[in-house]
């Protein structure tokens, strides 16, 4: 029985080799594309093409598989699919695919055009499923083919071309069809806020991300904009970080920017959140405790400002920002004696910092020790530290 079995098996793995054996580079080249293999998949379909030089649906796979790889590969995307074009005119995918690679290069004219006459073009049969990447973060949201009877996609595609071109009225007519016929979902909301944030129209915008968030409460991108026009700040310099942290969450660098603009526009709680984001993504990184220190102290929560440039100290000993930082919030707690000690390490590594001896000055006043006090007031102004003269007068002369 053992035998038969074996004999069997050597059986069923022929005729399984020779179906594998019998596709030939192209059908290979797809069948690896899809299973995201795109380097065998680039060798399979390269050989084909050498051999079937006028294959326009080969030249549109290799379009597709390039604009998986990086640095000047979507130009070469851009090369293969206008070669699929040309052997080809009415190969509608082509135009949906290019249009989206237009997009992505913010040649808004061309994506349009090409949205346009795909629209325009009878459909074909295809295999070729398009994902539609969700603008809430990093997971595809839908999926459809060039044959989807419902225009919902299409018209987004050319909406997101008209706000590139800045046409928000015609971006919001756009929008309008397509949750008309398509009425649940986020992504759609979410753009038709965006489009009435750009328009000035912010309590309109307003009412399309909460529509947005009803349909899909984790929409990130909806939920940032509820923020910021809720917060009050400058949407123009916030939109371009919060689409950077919905392409790739996982990156503490835009969470850090996004942090920093939040602080230098007083929004220090929004600060804070940004900042907390960036640390529990990058621990390491000594920047984030710091600003996010920062941005307590704003608040005056003067406790979890010290706990944060501790976290500092931590990573980069004697860094003279921090040790001032640590020094002001254990001072504005009463901690003298403690905030003290860091002043004095403060101007043993940077003598020539005014704020280290104004600092210190106050700190030795506050426990009356005057005559150092002066002295290291006087040092501050030596030091070019202007607008303390008042102080100055009180510490030394005891006025």
Same mark, same amino acid.
């Given at each position: 029985?053992?035998?038969?079995?074996?004999?069997?098996?050597?059986?069923?793995?022929?005729?399984?080799?020779?179906?594998?054996?019998?596709?030939?580079?192209?059908?290979?080249?797809?069948?690896?594309?899809?299973?995201?293999?795109?380097?065998?998949?680039?060798?399979?379909?390269?050989?084909?093409?050498?051999?079937?030089?006028?294959?326009?649906?080969?030249?549109?796979?290799?379009?597709?598989?390039?604009?998986?790889?990086?640095?000047?590969?979507?130009?070469?995307?851009?090369?293969?699919?206008?070669?699929?074009?040309?052997?080809?005119?009415?190969?509608?995918?082509?135009?949906?695919?290019?249009?989206?690679?237009?997009?992505?290069?913010?040649?808004?004219?061309?994506?349009?055009?090409?949205?346009?006459?795909?629209?325009?073009?009878?459909?074909?049969?295809?295999?070729? %499923?398009?994902?539609?990447? =969700? #603008?809430? !973060?990093?997971?595809?949201?839908?999926?459809?083919? &060039?044959? +989807?009877? $419902? /225009?919902?996609?299409?018209?987004?595609?050319?909406?997101?071309?008209?706000?590139?071109?800045?046409?928000?009225?015609?971006?919001?007519?756009?929008?309008?069809?397509?949750?008309?016929?398509?009425?649940?979902?986020?992504?759609?909301?979410?753009?038709?806020?965006? %489009?009435?944030?750009?328009? =000035? #129209?912010? !309590?309109?915008?307003?009412?399309?991300?909460?529509? &947005?968030? +009803?349909? $899909? /409460?984790?929409?990130?991108?909806?939920?940032?904009?509820?923020?910021?026009?809720?917060?009050?700040?400058?949407?123009?310099?916030?939109?371009?970080?919060?689409?950077?942290?919905?392409?790739?969450?996982?990156?503490?660098?835009?969470?850090?920017?996004?942090?920093? %603009?939040?602080?230098?526009? =007083?929004?220090?709680?929004?600060?804070?959140?940004?900042?907390?984001? &960036?640390?529990?993504?990058? /621990?390491?990184?000594?920047?984030?405790?710091?600003?996010?220190?920062?941005?307590?102290?704003?608040?005056?929560?003067?406790?979890?400002?010290?706990?944060?440039?501790?976290?500092?100290?931590?990573?980069?000993?004697?860094?003279?920002?921090?040790?001032?930082?640590?020094?002001?919030?254990?001072?504005?707690?009463?901690?003298?004696?403690?905030?003290?000690?860091?002043?004095?390490?403060?101007?043993?590594?940077?003598?020539?910092?005014?704020?280290?001896?104004?600092?210190?000055?106050?700190?030795?006043?506050?426990?009356?020790?005057?005559?150092?006090?002066?002295?290291?007031?006087?040092?501050?102004?030596?030091?070019?530290?202007?607008?303390?003269?008042?102080?100055?007068?009180?510490?030394?002369?005891?006025?």
């Amino acid at each position: 029985m053992r035998l038969i079995g074996l004999a069997l098996a050597i059986f069923l793995s022929g005729i399984c080799y020779g179906q594998q054996s019998s596709l030939n580079e192209f059908e290979k080249g797809i069948e690896a594309y899809n299973q995201g293999d795109y380097e065998t998949a680039y060798l399979l379909i390269d050989t084909w093409l050498r051999d079937h030089p006028r294959d326009p649906e080969g030249y549109y796979y290799l379009g597709l598989i390039y604009e998986q790889f990086d640095g000047t590969s979507d130009l070469l995307a851009l090369e293969n699919y206008q070669k699929a074009i040309s052997l080809d005119p009415a190969k509608a995918d082509v135009y949906l695919s290019r249009g989206r690679l237009y997009l992505k290069l913010k040649r808004f004219e061309q994506a349009e055009e090409d949205f346009l006459t795909f629209r325009s073009i009878p459909k074909g049969e295809t295999t070729q %499923v398009i994902y539609r990447i =969700g #603008s809430a !973060d990093q997971g595809v949201s839908q999926i459809f083919t &060039a044959q +989807t009877s $419902n /225009p919902s996609q299409i018209l987004y595609h050319l909406a997101l071309a008209k706000i590139g071109l800045e046409d928000y009225s015609a971006a919001s007519v756009y929008l309008d069809s397509v949750i008309y016929f398509n009425p649940e979902e986020a992504d759609f909301w979410a753009e038709k806020g965006h %489009v009435e944030m750009l328009s =000035g #129209s912010e !309590d309109k915008a307003l009412e399309s991300l909460r529509q &947005a968030v +009803t349909y $899909n /409460p984790d929409h990130f991108l909806a939920r940032q904009r509820i923020k910021i026009l809720e917060n009050g700040n400058d949407v123009d310099q916030l939109e371009e970080l919060t689409l950077a942290i919905a392409k790739d969450p996982e990156d503490p660098q835009p969470w850090k920017i996004r942090g920093y %603009v939040k602080f230098m526009q =007083g929004d220090f709680e929004g600060s804070i959140e940004d900042y907390t984001e &960036a640390i529990n993504l990058y /621990p390491e990184d000594e920047e984030g405790w710091f600003y996010r220190a920062k941005s307590y102290a704003k608040q005056k929560n003067w406790q979890a400002a010290e706990s944060d440039f501790e976290e500092v100290l931590f990573l980069i000993e004697q860094d003279p920002e921090a040790l001032l930082g640590r020094g002001q919030a254990r001072y504005y707690q009463n901690e003298l004696e403690a905030a003290l000690a860091d002043f004095v390490e403060l101007i043993a590594i940077d003598p020539s910092n005014p704020s280290a001896f104004y600092h210190r000055a106050i700190t030795l006043h506050r426990l009356e020790r005057k005559a150092e006090a002066c002295s290291d007031m006087n040092t501050a102004v030596e030091l070019g530290m202007t607008g303390i003269d008042e102080i100055q007068q009180k510490i030394c002369n005891g006025d």
